[in-house]
Every structure is written in structure tokens, then in C-alpha cells.
T-cell receptor, first 114, second 115 residues
């Protein structure tokens, strides 16, 4: 089955700096890679996703890159702000599977220091 | 995306008791899931709630401990039976939704503390 690893487990950056979180997956059949942000005491929320036919996707200050050959994908946050402080989870699954078979990484706790 | 409501949002329970968590979605969805998030941990799938048939459980989770109902396409319940302190977790209902029904969205979660 699929296995997703995520690094680092914790990350502290100064406000305004960039943050990068990396994930690797094991199943080459996976073709959908979402990222979730979970603030303290709140539900995980989908912030960006990428499909395997795309190498990069950007949405304002966040971007995700995918390297299918190496089976890894990364979340990039630029110009970090204190409200970016949260736990971030990556996941991998087969697209068009109606939400099934999502495998989540262990999470990265991001702290943005003012 | 679907709006997912869960209740209770939190509860404190005594060892040996059972608690049922309800999940209501504002639209019909094909797939509903129950996840567990232990303190400081990631999201672990407990089971897929199938409408009109028995739930499909993941390895390590059994129906006797986590019975699930799904009477229709907008509602599901998860019961945590014979609770022990190890069951203290956040339990999250989720659905496959979005334009292609494959994006996963979560309810607010139910935080259970077992004493």
C-alpha cells in the first residue's frame, strides 16, 4: 500500500521568510496530492492540491511542486505570516476515487515567529 | 464544497461507556469516512461508511469497537464502544466532495476524553 513520509516534523521561520515542507510517496499509481492546514483546535482544511499531470501549481503565497520520477512533492509558502502557523499534512491518493484511500503524512508543525 | 456538521464537538466520558458521534452533510455525498486523530498525530482512517450496507473497516479497527451507521446519503454515526483512556482522540467525519467528488473535506471533529 501507499506510504507517505513528511519532513521536517517541525519548522520555525521568521515572519516574511519562506517555508518548505517535503513529502515522499511510495505508490507510483498515486496521482493526486493535496495539502491540508490544521490550526489548533480546528479541522484540517484543504489549501492546495496537485495532480500528476502537472509539475507545479501556485495560489498566491503558496505553491506545490511535484516530481513524479522521484515520487516527491513539496509545499512552498512565501512571505510567511503569523497566521500561517499551523500543522500541515500532505496526502497521496488515486484521483477520481471519491475521497477513498487517502494516505496522510505525519504532519509538519510550522511556527512563524514575529 | 459540502458543509459537514458533527456533534458532539467534545465530551468527557467514563471508562467502559459508549458514545455516538453524529455527522450531517448539507448535500448528498457518495462517500463518507471516519478518521481518528490521536493527540499530536496524523489522520488515520477508521472506516468507510457505506450507505445501505456494512461499513468497510481499515486494519486495526473492528465493528464491535466502532459500529457505524449510514442510513442515507447525508448522515452517518460512529459509536466508540466500551471506551478506555486510549480512545481519547479527535474523531473526524469526512466526505468526498468538490467538482469531481474526490476532494476530501472534514467536519469540525469530536474531541473525546476518556477518564
Amino acid at each position: 500500500g501507499e506510504n507517505v513520509e513528511q519532513h521536517p516534523s517541525t519548522l520555525s521561520v521568521q515572519e516574511g521568510d519562506s517555508a518548505v515542507i517535503k513529502c515522499t510517496y511510495s505508490d507510483s499509481a498515486s496521482n493526486y496530492f493535496p495539502w491540508y492546514k490544521q490550526e489548533l483546535g480546528k479541522r484540517p482544511q484543504l489549501i492546495i492540491d496537485i495532480r500528476s499531470n502537472v509539475g507545479e501549481k501556485k495560489d498566491q503565497r503558496i505553491a506545490v511542486t511535484l516530481n513524479k520520477t522521484a515520487k516527491h512533492f513539496s509545499l512552498h509558502i512565501t512571505e510567511t505570516q503569523p497566521e500561517d502557523s499551523a500543522v500541515y499534512f500532505c496526502a497521496a491518493t488515486l484521483r477520481d476515487n471519491y475521497g477513498q484511500n487517502f494516505v496522510f503524512g505525519p504532519g509538519t508543525r510550522l511556527s512563524v515567529l514575529p | 464544497s459540502a458543509v459537514i456538521s458533527q456533534k458532539p464537538s467534545r465530551d468527557i466520558c467514563q471508562r467502559g461507556t459508549s458514545l455516538t458521534i453524529q455527522c450531517q452533510v448539507d448535500s448528498q455525498v457518495t462517500m463518507m469516512f471516519w478518521y481518528r486523530q490521536q493527540p499530536g498525530q496524523s489522520l488515520t482512517l477508521i472506516a468507510t461508511a457505506n450507505q445501505g450496507s456494512e461499513a468497510t473497516y481499515e486494519s486495526g479497527f473492528v465493528i464491535d469497537k466502532f459500529p457505524i451507521s449510514r442510513p442515507n446519503l447525508t448522515f452517518s454515526t460512529l459509536t466508540v464502544s466500551n471506551m478506555s483512556p486510549e480512545d481519547s482522540s479527535i474523531y473526524l467525519c469526512s466526505v468526498g466532495s468538490g467538482p469531481w467528488a474526490g476532494e476530501l473535506f472534514f467536519g469540525e471533529g469530536s474531541r473525546l476524553t476518556v477518564l
